[in-house]
């Protein structure tokens, strides 16, 4: 079955810094690669996604890109604030959902 | 707030009891998803069904059962196999076979005491 994992596990950084998360995944039949951004206490939400037949994605200050020859894919957040700390996931999907293990990003004021 | 809905949001369980956690959606969603997330863990894949009156097992099924009898319901039941139940867990739904986005609901907090 699929296999993500996800790196770094924890990333801290200034406020205004860019932070960026890599993952891996290891079954070629994925074809969707979403981020979720989790806070405290409360439920996943997409903040971005990225399917297999596009090489990079921007929104705002987030942006995705992936390799699918290396299989791996990479979460990149720009002009970081505040209210982007929190824990993010990214996943490979098939048939389902297999998520990575999640990076816990603290932007320092 | 995104169609999902888990009941109860924490449920307290006596030791060798089975419990039964609530998951609807009025997405019309034809995929549904159980996880469980330890502290500071990531989601781990408890069972999924893509359709109704079908289900198949997660990375750690052990222990839970679930069925899927309308699609709208996905409840999960943790049993009293399950050795280490003290966890959130999320339900999630998506239109497609795991090529669309995931909505979760807010989860419940299930402790063991």
């Known amino acids: 079955g699929e296999n993500v994992e996800q790196h770094p596990s924890t990333l801290s950084v200034q406020e205004g810094d860019s932070a960026v998360i890599k993952c891996t995944y290891s079954?070629?039949?994925?074809?969707?690669f979403p981020w979720y951004k989790q806070e405290l206490g409360k439920r996943p939400q997409l903040i971005i996604d990225?399917?297999?037949?596009?090489g990079e994605k921007k929104d705002q200050r987030i942006a995705v890109t992936l390799n699918k020859t290396a299989k791996h894919f990479s979460l990149h957040i720009t002009e970081t604030q505040p209210e982007d700390s929190a824990v993010y996931f990214c996943a490979a999907s098939g048939q389902n959902f297999v998520f990575g293990p999640g990076t816990r990003l603290s932007v320092l004021p | 707030d995104g169609g999902i809905t888990q009941s109860p949001k924490y449920l307290f369980r006596k030791e060798g009891q089975n419990v039964t956690l609530s998951c609807e959606q009025n997405?019309?969603?034809?995929?549904m998803y159980w996880y469980r997330q330890d502290p500071g863990q990531g989601l781990r894949l408890i069972y999924y069904?893509?359709?109704?009156?079908?289900?198949q097992k997660g990375d750690i099924a052990e222990g839970y059962s679930v069925s899927r009898e309308k699609k709208e319901s996905f409840p999960l039941t943790v049993t009293s196999a399950q050795k280490n139940p003290t966890a959130f867990y999320l339900c999630?739904?998506?239109?497609?076979?795991?090529?669309?986005?995931?909505?979760f609901g807010q989860g419940t907090r299930l402790t063991v005491v």
């Open positions: 069904s893509q359709i109704v009156n079908d289900f």
């Open positions: 999630a739904s998506s239109a497609g076979q795991g090529n669309t986005e995931a909505f």
């Open positions: 079954d070629s039949a994925s074809n969707y």
């Open positions: 997405l019309n969603h034809d995929a």
């Open positions: 990225i399917r297999s037949n596009v």
